[in-house]
């Protein structure tokens, strides 16, 4: 785990330092700024730590979805801040999401807390990780606005790298992989990345807060491929579930509009 959050890590950071050495953007970050984009920093690390822990606890697609919740979060976030005032036509989506959520989960309420012990812990991690994102996101679309997308991106991610780098050689937790399919996994892992974090975080700025929230299908993809590829199972309702969490933060994404 730790060697390839660290690999995709340091591959965006290199990827990003070529293009602005190719574009001639200064690698200059304002001292005002320098502090919230450690914290960012530190909370990517954070982030990539806390999802995998869950992905080790409960399958994948739970966890993702768990974690997509983020972009709620943000709302609520922008909200409590000042950023945006809060606006009614938010909350039925909002609660749409949980209640989907609970249905992908499989929470029965006669059952809730033999299920809770078995995939609780998974579930605190993954919402860990959707609450570091949340604060990079806020970070990214306001206190870091000034600074070049590309720039902000290359320190975030050279920052996360540098701590998993470090946390992971003092634990002992780097390990590479051991045969042909793992190093296949860790080049698509590292590629798919860097593309979808500087994607991101050059777009955030420029749309609406609540437009972050955009359609997003990877949970949904994510369950497909683990049913074909690793022979997880789940529910009709589970599906229904996770069809609705991602319809409800799809919704609150275009509310505003």
Not at 39 to 59: D, E, H, K, R, T
Not at 65 to 83: D, I, M, N, R
Not at 149 to 163: K, P, Q
Not at 216 to 228: K, M, Q, R, S, T
Request: aromatic share 8%; charged share 10%; hydrophobic share 60%.
């Amino acid at each position: 785990m730790a060697a390839a959050v660290a690999v995709r890590a340091t591959s965006t950071t290199l990827v990003l330092l070529l293009v602005m050495r190719l574009q001639g953007i200064a690698l200059a970050v304002p001292r005002a700024l320098r502090s919230r984009l450690a914290l960012a920093g530190i909370l990517i690390a954070s982030q990539s730590y806390c999802l995998y822990s869950a992905v080790a606890i409960i399958p994948p697609a739970l966890a993702l979805l768990v974690f997509q919740t983020s972009p709620v979060f943000y709302v609520l976030l922008t909200w409590a801040l000042g950023k945006e005032a809060p606006r009614w036509n938010a909350l039925p989506p909002m609660l749409l999401t949980l209640v989907g959520l609970a249905f992908a989960l499989n929470l029965p309420l006669d059952q809730l807390a033999a299920r809770w012990n078995e995939i609780g812990a998974g579930v605190l991690w993954a919402l860990a990780s959707s609450l570091s994102m949340t604060v990079v996101y806020y970070l990214n679309a306001n206190a870091l606005k000034p600074l070049d997308g590309r720039l902000r991106t290359g320190m975030m991610t050279a920052i996360a790298a540098v701590l998993v780098f470090g946390g992971g050689a003092a634990a002992g937790a780097h390990a590479l992989p051991a045969d042909g399919i793992g190093w296949i996994g860790l080049v698509l892992l590292t590629a798919f990345y860097c593309v979808a974090m500087i994607t991101l975080f050059y777009t955030i700025p420029r749309v609406p807060a609540a437009s972050t929230a955009a359609l997003n299908f990877e949970p949904i993809a994510l369950l497909v491929l683990a049913w074909v590829l690793l022979g997880h199972t789940v529910t009709p309702l589970q599906i229904v579930g996770a069809l609705l969490t991602v319809g409800g933060i799809a919704w609150l994404g275009i509310s505003k509009k």
